[in-house]
């Protein structure tokens, strides 16, 4: 079982890593707050648009589409986000707060996370499903947060228009809806095209997570510890627990549950952050939720395999 805390280490290594190397650049002075502001802006509405358009229209959709786990996966992921909703409007009163403690517990970081252990856990095996998922979830979950942030803008009332509109103009879900588009239309780009759009996708990660580590702060690591442990309690413990043992009672088993499982119990999304800088969250609550819950993943994501393993579920 050591092996699949190797397999979660391999996947967290790299992110703990482009953090290190933001607080670095941060600490020597190299680029100065604003510098990464524009960068968090530029990753926004640029390079998470084209890796969502990739990913999305790269699945494969018509040979692994299962419409019983797609449901679930999607339903599961729009219950988790009304009731942590709920119970967070319930204790947290500042705005900024309040939807980035939401949106750190329903919204999962299913592409990055996720699809690397489950290449890793069926290394000889099609893994469609667990793709398919992601063109379903990944745009729901930017729906979601456009939704929670919108409610929540500061200094407008909140209306269906404005909510309408905020959903239709994020980078993030007309990405993903082209993604789909192109998709079920089956056009074809060349490759020419798609090579040079998936490198641009693939600068995503890595420069939102340099300005993750860039905010990363231990007094206010320290300020915000109810907030972070009650986000990774969300995330990593009780979603999982509630919703891949709801999977279970289904009947889901193999691969089917893997990807349903890497939904509910991977660590917060790295696009959390940049999506709370931009849309009026708080930034450096979010980018600390990111980073202490993928270190924490570590040992959860071990414990949970290694439970499913033992019980021949997967």
Known sequence: MLGYLWISFQVVFPILFFMAVGWLIQKTGLLKAQDFSQL?????????????????????????????????????????FLATWFLVSRRVKRKADLTVLT????????????????????PDTNLGIVSVLAAFVVPLFNVLAVILFECYREGGRVSPLKIVKGILTNNLILGSALGLLLLGLKIQLPDLVMEPLMDLGEIATP??????????????????RREICVAALGRLVICPLIFVGGALMMGFRGIALAGLFLVFASPTATSSYPMAKELGGNGELAGLIVAVNNVCSLVTIFLWLALLMSMNLL
């Open 207 to 224: 420069l939102a997570l340099i300005c993750v580590g860039a905010t990363l702060s231990f007094e206010a690591l320290d300020r915000y």
């Open 40 to 80: 968090n802006r530029l990753v926004f509405r640029v390079f998470l648009p084209i890796k969502l358009f990739s990913e999305v229209y790269l699945s494969d959709f018509e040979t692994a589409f299962q419409p019983d786990v797609v449901l679930y996966g999607m339903v599961g992921v729009l219950i988790c």
């Open 103 to 122: 949106q750190a517990i329903f919204r999962s970081n299913y592409v990055l996370f996720g699809m690397s252990i489950a290449a890793s856990l069926y």
